[in-house]
């Protein structure tokens, strides 16, 4: 079974950055897009970011230019660097497997990680 681990989420102030990290268990993230996503309270689930080893990364218009997706296959583990934070940033981050045309792999996600951006 495939687990999802989502960690780095805290409370920073507008124009922080931060870097979340995703440690996949159950099945090796080689050769395998990934992806993270994240949820506003009250808000649907919102696609950020996908990147897979034979293609590059795409990004939401919301984040293109703060956001980076990078991965460490040894350590099956996902990266989202995030720079210029917003408040309107403030969401629960998570990550799955998956390309961004075809979304998300799995419907069993990870508890995610919560991030708050705030004066």
């Known amino acids: 079974q495939v687990h999802f681990m989502e960690s780095g989420g805290t409370s920073v102030e507008p124009g922080a950055s931060l870097t979340l990290s995703c440690t996949v268990t159950?099945?090796?993230?080689?050769?395998?897009?990934l992806g993270w996503y994240r949820q506003a309270e009250g808000q649907a689930r919102e696609t950020l970011a996908a990147e897979g080893n034979l293609w590059g990364a795409s990004y939401a218009a919301s984040v293109e230019g703060r956001f980076t997706i990078f991965r460490d296959n040894d350590a099956n583990t996902v990266f989202l660097k995030m720079t210029n934070l917003t408040v309107e940033d403030t969401a629960r981050y998570y990550c799955?497997?998956?390309?961004?045309?075809?979304?998300?792999?799995?419907?069993?996600w990870g508890r995610g990680t919560h991030v708050i951006v705030s004066a």
């Open positions: 799955n497997m998956g390309s961004w045309s075809d979304g998300p792999l799995y419907a069993s």
């Open positions: 159950g099945r090796s993230v080689r050769g395998v897009a």
